[in-house]
């Protein structure tokens, strides 16, 4: 019996170390990372962003991050949701993006399929995206109050571990004519 109590300890042992090294592999980035270091930030070239204002409209992506395991903030705006359960959603860098704003370029979108359903009562709900990116351009429908838009991601993370954070440390600050400023309000 002390045998398989051994046993086990060391089992346990070695499945807190390899957690330990696997977290250790997940590299926390930035939404800079996502775009080629010579193209400026959405701050640089006034808001809103959009791809028409860049010569390669946005869709160079940064593949040096392929298949790595990464950790990113952002704004989730639902595209398959049922009720407050969402399935699948574009993870953006700032409130009211792709809805009442123009999108962000591609490589500044994120489609995000999670693990397991996400509940999300609102729309652009701050949260961390935990999982393995993949560069490649997508297209998804949203489903927004004045139609559909088909809007194209330039990277996907499935099987995504999602939690709610209270903000995004590199989100783009919203002019103060902005009508989702109320966004970016802590809630109480």
């Known amino acids: 019996m002390n045998d398989l109590l051994k046993s086990a300890a060391v089992f ?32 640089n070239v006034g808001l809103p962003m959009i791809a028409a204002k860049l010569p390669d409209h946005g869709e160079t992506l940064s593949t040096g991050l392929q298949g790595k395991a990464i950790t990113l903030a952002g704004y989730a705006l639902p595209v398959d949701r049922e009720g407050d359960l969402v399935y699948q959603f574009l993870l953006v860098p700032w409130t009211g993006a792709c809805s009442h704003m123009p999108t962000p370029p591609p ?12 509940r999300m ?14 560069p490649g351009m997508e297209k998804s429908q949203l489903f927004i109050l004045d139609g559909v838009s088909i809007i194209q991601s330039g990277y996907t993370v ?10 995004v440390p590199d989100t783009v600050t919203l002019p103060v004519n902005s009508p989702w400023n109320f966004l970016n309000k802590k809630k109480s």
């Open 121 to 134: 009562p609102e729309a652009y709900q701050p949260v961390a995206v935990t999982g393995t990116l993949q």
């Open 107 to 118: 490589n500044q979108i994120v489609l995000v399929t999670p693990a397991h359903p996400y």
């Open 158 to 167: 499935r099987k995504a571990d999602v939690v709610n954070v209270d903000s």
């Open 12 to 43: 346990a042992s070695l499945l807190a170390f390899s957690g330990a090294a696997a977290a250790q592999d997940v590299a926390h980035i930035l939404w800079k990372d996502l775009r080629p270091a010579t193209q400026a930030a959405g701050e």
